[in-house]
């Protein structure tokens, strides 16, 4: 099993935990869940694939529709013991990103495409699939949440990755140091506030 | 004409209704109307289409635009004398998906996928030209209302489709029970408020 | 270099400029800027590649995201000087729009679809980009702005280049006929606003 599938499996199933917490919010049924899930799940890989003409990850192996759907099930079932979904929700998401990143720069390689499109893959498998979530449960989307770099630990992930490569080092340890770096900066950011400057406007605003 | 086609011309006629419908609320011109019924009506397909690396319908078929544009200019010109727009537009998208789930269903059994592909495509090309009808006319989606049954009853049309072609029935009764069960649970959702168990959380809720 | 590419450069770099511009609002970080930025550049050439199953225009030539990104630093560092930035987003907007509808007319034309479909991605092309950016950043979408013509004017230039090219007269001057009348139309909506009738409901609405 290639380490873009192992990658592809790991960030479906925590992603879907993810989309079946946000549904949780939203008091739907079995069904719903597993449909905010799913959408959760394939989504940034799904949009990675259709623009670069590979065949949808999903289709070809229907098994991680079954994974998504399990994990949501799982939190249909398990949620109401958490003390703050939120908390979850936030954490899980780190996770995810940080082997959705990966599996998006896996991908982009093996269909050969020039390095800004694999930086641009990585970021968007990592962030598609939680905007879709967040824009369709009408929440403000954790990749846009003020002050806070998401896009960002995405970005430096990716970028990590390829310098990785560039140094000569195989494709495997050049995944790791993108999930490492990735989930690094994105703990950072919710455990101790990191954050790059953001944008200030000259009150008052217009 | 095949099935699907029928299908997918009843689809794009009374999803691009509810489309204009959606849309009279935002005081928008007849263009304005076009735009967000054509979205409708052929959103759920295109997704599809993309997904299964089809050609997309309309491309090959405008006349579905044709039909499209036709529907929101009747509603342009008449959804005043509605009384409520709202009940309307619960019952078109109650038959608008009743037809659209049987032509994803159709498609995807068209180009041979696994049968998990299958369910996901009737369920997608059902929901997502609503889903984004009512994102970007900023509604709450109705896939999404709170404790109502929509991906539900798509999934079990999608579902009743599947067993009846293992029984060993013809594809058309296959659609026919499709759109039946379909519209059947959706009905009985909106009239009697049939649902299934929804998840609740603990109070007070985090 | 072809018509097309051009006007894509052209779309990219001013699309680019609008939704750093609304990122703004968002108080995000160097990256999230260019993040909305490229969404919104790129979002509608991507979606018309997709639909009509060429190669997505960026992905081939990754030069276009490098010029997103510049337009997304540049605003992130000078965009404290303006006055009134939804004046800037609008009018920028407005030119967006000119250029992006002759773009996709002119890549639909290449690929040799019937008129339906060639007005359709000129609309397309020149609404999803900014339609993916006011969604993404939850805005009330452009392209819905009540009583404001946007799709209207993204129709009528799409038309026009149509009529130039059934005249006999060369691609370019169709395109940049399409570019200008669609300048016009929208311009005159935000200066004089000029507009269509719009739907109205008899009150009390329901």
């Not at 998504?68 to 949620?79: E, K, L, N, P, R």
């Not at 958490?82 to 082997?99: G, N, T």
């Not at 770099?149 to 990755?161: E, F, I, K, M, R």
């Given at each position: 099993m290639s380490w873009v599938l192992v990658l592809d499996y790991a960030s479906v199933f925590i992603f879907a935990l993810t989309g079946a917490l946000v549904a949780s919010r939203s008091q739907l049924d079995i069904v719903g869940f597993v449909f905010v899930a799913c959408l959760t799940a394939v989504g940034g890989g799904t949009v990675r694939d259709v623009i670069l003409d590979r065949g949808v990850f999903w289709v070809t192996e229907p098994s991680f529709v079954v994974v998504a759907s399990g994990a949501a099930m799982f939190v249909f079932f398990t949620?109401?013991?958490?003390?703050s979904r939120q908390k979850a929700i936030f954490w899980l998401d780190a996770v995810a990103l940080a082997v959705a990143v990966p599996a998006g720069v896996g991908a982009a390689l093996s269909v050969g495409v020039a390095w800004p499109i694999v930086l641009i893959m990585g970021v968007a498998t990592g962030c598609f699939g939680g905007l879709m979530r967040d824009v369709v449960c009408n929440e403000v989307p954790l990749v846009l949440?003020?002050?806070?770099p998401y896009v960002t630990c995405a970005l430096a992930g990716a970028g990590a990755a390829l310098i990785v490569l560039t140094l000569g080092e195989p494709l495997g340890l050049a995944l790791i140091a993108c999930a490492v770096v990735t989930f690094v900066l994105r703990g950072g950011a919710l455990a101790f506030g990191w954050r790059l400057p953001v944008y200030k406007s000259r009150p008052p605003r217009v």
């Amino acid at each position: 099993m290639s380490w873009v599938l192992v990658l592809d499996y790991a960030s479906v199933f925590i992603f879907a935990l993810t989309g079946a917490l946000v549904a949780s919010r939203s008091q739907l049924d079995i069904v719903g869940f597993v449909f905010v899930a799913c959408l959760t799940a394939v989504g940034g890989g799904t949009v990675r694939d259709v623009i670069l003409d590979r065949g949808v990850f999903w289709v070809t192996e229907p098994s991680f529709v079954v994974v998504a759907s399990g994990a949501a099930m799982f939190v249909f079932f398990t949620a109401h013991v958490l003390e703050s979904r939120q908390k979850a929700i936030f954490w899980l998401d780190a996770v995810a990103l940080a082997v959705a990143v990966p599996a998006g720069v896996g991908a982009a390689l093996s269909v050969g495409v020039a390095w800004p499109i694999v930086l641009i893959m990585g970021v968007a498998t990592g962030c598609f699939g939680g905007l879709m979530r967040d824009v369709v449960c009408n929440e403000v989307p954790l990749v846009l949440k003020q002050g806070e770099p998401y896009v960002t630990c995405a970005l430096a992930g990716a970028g990590a990755a390829l310098i990785v490569l560039t140094l000569g080092e195989p494709l495997g340890l050049a995944l790791i140091a993108c999930a490492v770096v990735t989930f690094v900066l994105r703990g950072g950011a919710l455990a101790f506030g990191w954050r790059l400057p953001v944008y200030k406007s000259r009150p008052p605003r217009v």
